[in-house]
């Protein structure tokens, strides 16, 4: 097996193992959490999924800290999207898709991924594919729990029933996740907090037109785009 991989480039066989080894551990462990809640409490199929949601776009930050390589980041969103897609026709993940309704969410989930990585791991920027995974990570997750459990004012976009209260949700911790992110990697500033907030009211804009599960293409694409491109000129501007 070592022959068969000495061709891959930019990393070391025994690194490559030891990054296939932890991500897979963490999937692992998501599953097996979902499986649990799925099986054996009463939480409800939805928080079950957005365990998994949640569970599952924190790999981004494992595969930044790994340094995985591009090549590998793409081969998994390709695995994991074919097993998704299968998974909405067949009953081969019922934690993540039994939620009572019909949606192709965990397979963009997969794919945007995917994208990101392809996008920003060859330019150096890892941080804004996390900051466009993570967004939607918890962003998204959040905001479907606590509309659902505090929803109160309720509005309609494309037959699709949202709360104000799960909006702002939205809103906020995707702020606080751009934030984090771009001050840890450029320190805090008046300009990062701007881009922070733009880049907050774009995924909330978008999580809105939710429908088919088209969010969790939409969501981190668009949060990341815009962070990379008011980033670039922020920094054009120094």
Same mark, same amino acid.
């Given at each position: 097996?070592?022959?068969?991989?000495?061709?891959?480039?930019?990393?070391?066989?025994?690194?490559?193992?030891?990054?296939?080894?932890?991500?897979?551990?963490?999937?692992?462990?998501?599953?097996?959490?979902?499986?649990?809640?799925?099986?054996?409490?009463?939480?409800?199929?939805?928080?079950?999924?957005?365990?998994? *949601?949640?569970?599952?776009?924190?790999?981004?930050?494992?595969?930044?800290?790994?340094?995985?390589?591009?090549?590998?980041?793409?081969?998994?969103?390709?695995?994991?999207?074919?097993?998704?897609?299968?998974?909405?026709?067949?009953?081969?993940?019922?934690?993540?898709?039994?939620?009572?309704?019909?949606?192709?969410?965990?397979?963009?989930?997969?794919?945007?991924?995917?994208?990101?990585?392809?996008?920003?791991?060859?330019?150096?920027?890892?941080?804004?594919?996390?900051?466009?995974?993570?967004?939607?990570?918890?962003?998204?997750?959040?905001?479907?729990?606590?509309?659902?459990?505090?929803?109160? *004012?309720?509005?309609?976009?494309?037959?699709?029933?949202?709360?104000?209260?799960?909006?702002?949700?939205?809103?906020?911790?995707?702020?606080?996740?751009?934030?984090?992110?771009?001050?840890?990697? *450029?320190? *805090?500033?008046?300009?990062?907090?701007?881009?922070?907030?733009?880049?907050?009211?774009?995924?909330?804009?978008?999580?809105?037109?939710?429908?088919?599960?088209?969010?969790?293409?939409?969501?981190?694409?668009?949060?990341?785009?815009?962070?990379?491109?008011?980033?670039?000129?922020?920094?054009?501007?120094?």
């Amino acid at each position: 097996m070592d022959t068969v991989l000495s061709w891959l480039p930019a990393t070391s066989t025994s690194n490559l193992w030891v990054q296939i080894g932890l991500v897979g551990a963490w999937l692992g462990l998501v599953g097996l959490v979902a499986e649990g809640f799925y099986r054996f409490t009463s939480v409800g199929p939805e928080v079950v999924r957005k365990i998994v *949601h949640i569970g599952v776009g924190n790999v981004i930050l494992l595969a930044w800290w790994l340094q995985v390589p591009t090549w590998l980041g793409i081969v998994a969103s390709i695995l994991f999207s074919a097993i998704a897609y299968l998974s909405y026709h067949l009953p081969i993940l019922p934690s993540i898709n039994g939620v009572g309704r019909r949606s192709l969410g965990t397979f963009f989930y997969a794919i945007s991924i995917g994208i990101l990585i392809a996008w920003f791991w060859p330019l150096g920027m890892p941080y804004y594919a996390a900051l466009g995974v993570l967004v939607m990570t918890w962003g998204d997750g959040m905001a479907a729990l606590i509309g659902q459990r505090f929803g109160q *004012h309720c509005y309609k976009l494309w037959d699709m029933q949202k709360s104000w209260e799960g909006s702002l949700t939205m809103l906020l911790v995707s702020y606080a996740v751009s934030t984090l992110i771009l001050g840890y990697v *450029h320190g *805090h500033s008046w300009q990062l907090g701007v881009i922070s907030l733009i880049v907050a009211l774009t995924a909330t804009g978008l999580e809105a037109f939710s429908k088919f599960g088209i969010d969790n293409l939409t969501v981190p694409l668009g949060s990341a785009a815009v962070g990379f491109a008011l980033g670039q000129l922020v920094n054009a501007g120094m």
